[in-house]
């Protein structure tokens, strides 16, 4: 059984999870957002893991160490920016989430935190992120329900916490 919370947070803080995401940028350097809360919380030498993956596409993921955090591990995936909704947003909004915990899964990391990918600086509507993210998670463990002990959403917010809670209800309640 894979417990699947949401809360209001900073993903940087301890939540009790192997790996944090980071919603990043395609050049994994770092930026502004989640992105440069976790570089600094991490310290210098998360910058210079990431350099060694020379980017990363929209969609995908890429593991390193945690450094400082709390948690072991960063998974840093690269959100759609919001372009008006015809260039693929939705489908690469749920391949960061599938291939996040694709890459947990893969390196036996059964507890993990995501941030709210693309609802800030990339603009993607949040009730339709919120979904996106939800359904996404529930189609993992319907498809791997040993992998995760836990999957928790840390919102930065009230607003995002209570879009995510409502998204949680409807895709959980309806199966
Ligand atoms: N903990 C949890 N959530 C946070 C934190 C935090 N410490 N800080 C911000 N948020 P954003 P994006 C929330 O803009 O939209 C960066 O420059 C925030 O309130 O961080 O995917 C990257 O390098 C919002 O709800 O990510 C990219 O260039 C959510 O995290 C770009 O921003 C995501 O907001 C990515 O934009």
Not at 92 to 101: F, I, R, T, V
Not at 151 to 174: C, E, G, N, P, S
Request: proline fraction near 5%; aromatic fraction near 10%; charge should be neutral.
């Amino acid at each position: 059984m894979t417990e699947i919370k949401a809360i209001c947070g900073d993903i940087t803080k301890d939540h009790g999870v192997m790996a944090i995401v980071n919603a990043a940028n395609t050049s994994l350097l770092g930026g502004g957002g989640v992105d440069g809360a976790i570089h600094k919380a991490a310290g210098p030498e998360l910058l210079e893991e990431c350099r060694q993956f020379h980017g990363c596409p929209t969609g995908q993921a890429r593991l390193t160490k945690g450094y400082q955090l709390p948690a072991s591990y960063v998974i840093h995936t690269p959100g759609p920016r919001w372009l008006g909704g015809h260039n693929s947003e939705r489908e690469l909004l749920a391949d960061s989430y599938w291939n996040s915990l694709q890459t947990a899964l893969d390196h036996q990391i059964a507890s993990i935190a995501f941030p709210s990918i693309s609802t800030g600086i990339y603009h993607f509507p949040l009730r339709e992120a919120s979904m996106i993210a939800v359904s996404t998670v529930k189609r993992f463990v319907d498809r791997y329900p040993d992998a995760f002990s836990q999957i928790v959403f840390v919102l930065y917010d009230d607003k995002t916490r209570h879009m995510y809670d409502r998204a949680i209800r409807q895709v959980f309640l309806a199966a």
